[in-house]
């Protein structure tokens, strides 16, 4: 079963770091591209960022570049994001997600979310 | 920036047919994805490609997509069937949007 598990949500003070972290199972992870989507509360989807399956394709969403990082690694199956110089507006649950193929450009599946709140 | 419009709510009847539209600029020319959410859970991928089901999803969702007008139909509408309902798009200056999301309610 494909399997995705996100962690390392919290609270943080505006201006903090967090890193997040998905463990990927039940497909051969360096295949796929990855992406972070995330959610404030009460509203609707925010695609964050993606990589391709190698790291050769990064792409951000403007409301993070600069601020976010996301990056892999195969051999552990696993998804990260470095998100530094934290704000308030950046509160929302975060979900990891595959592009389930060949560039695909949608996201199937996508794991259960990790909440992130930004607040003093 | 690319942008997609949804309604904000659609009702339906038991039993019924729901259609909820996602509109963005000549939007026929892109593939169109829709994605389930119900309360307290992530999303789930119910069509792909403007028309396409994934495995296990039942055959009542369909799609289609012209023009500037993408649509999800949800026929015989169950209770089950409540849930926020996204549409969403790749866009190569804006990478991946989503429209702003339709809340479907059963009655």
């Known amino acids: 079963e494909v399997q995705l598990v996100e962690s390392g949500g919290g609270l943080v003070q505006p201006g903090g770091s967090l890193r997040l972290s998905c463990a990927a199972s039940?497909?051969?992870?360096?295949?796929?591209?990855m992406n972070w989507v995330r959610q404030a509360p009460g509203k609707g989807l925010e695609w964050v960022s993606y990589?391709?399956?190698?790291?050769?394709?990064?792409y951000y969403a403007d409301s993070v570049k600069g601020r976010f990082t996301i990056s892999r690694d195969n051999a552990k199956n696993s998804l990260y994001l470095q998100m530094n110089s934290l704000r308030d507006e950046d509160t929302a649950v975060y979900y990891c997600?595959?592009?389930?193929?060949?560039?695909?450009?949608?996201?199937?599946?996508w794991g259960q979310g990790t909440l992130v709140t930004v607040s003093s | 920036s690319y942008e997609l419009t949804q309604p904000l709510s659609v009702s339906v009847a038991l039993g019924q047919t729901a259609r909820i539209t996602c509109g963005g600029n000549?939007?026929?020319?892109?593939?169109v994805h829709w994605y389930q959410q119900k309360p307290g859970q992530a999303p789930v991928l119910v069509i792909y490609?403007?028309?396409n089901r994934p495995s296990g999803i039942p055959e009542r969702f369909s799609g289609s997509n012209s023009g500037n007008t993408a649509t999800l139909t949800i026929s015989r509408a169950q209770a089950g069937d409540e849930a926020d309902y996204y549409c969403?798009?790749?866009?190569?200056?804006?990478?991946?949007?989503f429209g702003t999301g339709t809340k479907v309610t059963v009655l």
């Open positions: 997600a595959r592009d389930p193929g060949s560039s695909s450009y949608r996201f199937d599946p």
């Open positions: 039940g497909f051969t992870f360096s295949s796929y591209s």
């Open positions: 990589i391709s399956s190698s790291s050769s394709t990064i």
């Open positions: 000549n939007i026929g020319s892109k593939n």
């Open positions: 490609r403007d028309s």
């Open positions: 969403q798009v790749w866009d190569s200056s804006t990478n991946y949007v």
